[in-house]
């Protein structure tokens, strides 16, 4: 991520508006993408989680008073308006519609980074689409891959871009910006963090487009914080952390640097190694992934800087407040596979970090950036395929289902976990 600059002659635009392909063609080209990396994911789509103890579960029995239950002390928008469209069509197409809703979020921050609302703050589109395939291709993004419980991580980072990027020039632009940004608001905890960020924006700006922005995010933020308040002695038991600076090595180690340039099947295989595995090893890279940060602070433009303390607050919150199985925490985070949606943004933060020092005209950071660049390659490489997922007989059940008489009880089952499954009354 980098910082505007100078303007352009007239014929160097034509010819960089001419040589940019259509947005259409890059968002079908993403979508194809994310759908090779799981094709089961959407052609034999199940429940995920909250997809299906909740979400779909309560659209069925309460129809839009959905909308206004908390979950887990938040109301969760999102989901749950992809609960209720999910009721206009079989419950066998169910899990489809939710996945298909969940790529359509995963995509669009990609694209709107490419729009050219970004060309003043990122000037070079090439790099911005570079990093936008980085984007569509992240190592150890698994969890939040089709799926409607984990999509409010991507539609917090498409809030926090459409307050970093410039406004758009028609009112259709303008509403659009609005409703993403209300639903993301209302959408999970991840407002609390892009609040703070538009203001900033705003404060360096003072327009009435910051502002409007400020205000809806600030808006839902109170409204979360309500929730929050009215909701606390229910919503979360107080865990046992493990605060220490070598359990935060070990998290910065495994869920940054081996999630992001190894992916997660080698980053597995590292956690078995007595010394990659070890404080020693952790305390190294570690400070590595921190010095890499701080020099893209410093040297990197309003662009990431924003971005990257968008991510550090996130990364914060996962810290103090990590919804895991078992304690310590923070250990419990620093093991393969646990919690990794909280750390989706501060990924894209470091890759970002990657990009910023590779343009740095100072040649041993460039060539830093343009190393650990290179090296994010094989993390790619090595993630592209998401993990195949057990195989259910959820198809059969809806069929049942949809030819059962009223009054009929049944179970059906929902990913990952095994035997926790979710129960519908046929109405």
């Not at 996130?314 to 199985?325: G, I, K």
């Not at 990657?354 to 390659?377: E, K």
Request: glycine fraction near 8%; include cysteine; charged fraction near 15%.
């Amino acid at each position: 991520m980098q910082a505007a600059s100078t303007a352009t002659p007239d014929i160097g635009s034509r010819r960089k508006r001419i040589m940019r392909p259509p947005l259409l063609v890059i968002a079908t080209l993403f979508l194809l993408i994310l759908f090779l990396r799981h094709p089961a994911g959407i052609l034999h789509a199940n429940f995920w989680a909250e997809d299906g103890w909740f979400w779909y579960p309560d659209a069925y029995r309460l129809g839009l008073r959905c909308l206004i239950i908390p979950h887990t002390g938040y109301l969760q928008t999102l989901s749950r308006l992809g609960g209720l469209i999910a009721q206009g069509m079989p419950l066998l197409w169910a899990p489809t519609v939710f996945a298909v809703i969940a790529l359509v979020v995963q995509a669009s921050p990609a694209l709107l980074l490419l729009s050219r609302r970004f060309d003043a703050a990122w000037p070079q589109y090439w790099s911005r689409l570079l990093f936008a395939l980085v984007f569509i291709g992240l190592p150890d993004s698994f969890e939040t891959f089709g799926n409607l419980t984990n999509s409010q991580w991507y539609l917090g980072i498409f809030a926090c871009l459409i307050v970093l990027g410039a406004p758009p020039r028609g009112m259709a632009g303008r509403i659009g910006d609005s409703l993403v940004l209300i639903v993301s608001a209302l959408s999970g905890p991840l407002c609390l963090m892009v609040a703070p960020i538009a203001f900033w924006v705003w404060w360096s700006d003072r327009g009435a487009d910051r502002l409007l922005r400020f205000g809806l995010i600030l808006g839902g933020a109170c409204l979360q914080l309500l929730m929050i308040a009215t909701t606390l002695e229910q919503a979360r038991r107080p865990v046992m952390l493990g605060v220490s600076l070598i359990n935060l090595a070990h998290i910065l180690t495994e869920k940054l640097a081996y999630g992001l340039l190894l992916g997660s099947r080698a980053a597995k295989r590292l956690h078995q190694d007595a010394f990659w595995n070890g404080d020693f090893a952790a305390c190294i890279i570690a400070a590595a992934v921190l010095a890499m940060l701080v020099l893209a602070w410093l040297r990197g433009g309003p662009l990431f800087r924003r971005f990257a303390a968008f991510g550090g607050l996130v990364f914060a919150a996962a810290l103090v407040s990590p919804v895991v199985t078992g304690t310590p925490a923070w250990v419990i985070l620093a093991s393969p596979g646990a919690g990794d949606r909280y750390f989706l943004i501060p990924k894209l933060v470091l890759a970002a970090a990657f990009f910023s020092l590779a343009s740095d005209r100072r040649l041993w950071l460039s060539r830093c950036g343009l190393i650990a660049g290179v090296a994010l390659i094989a993390g790619i490489a090595g993630d592209f395929p998401y993990p195949h997922m057990r195989a259910t007989d959820f198809d059969a059940k809806a069929r049942a289902f949809a030819a059962a008489p009223p009054g009929t009880m049944m179970t059906f089952p929902v990913l990952p976990i095994p035997h926790e499954d979710m129960t519908l009354v046929k109405k």
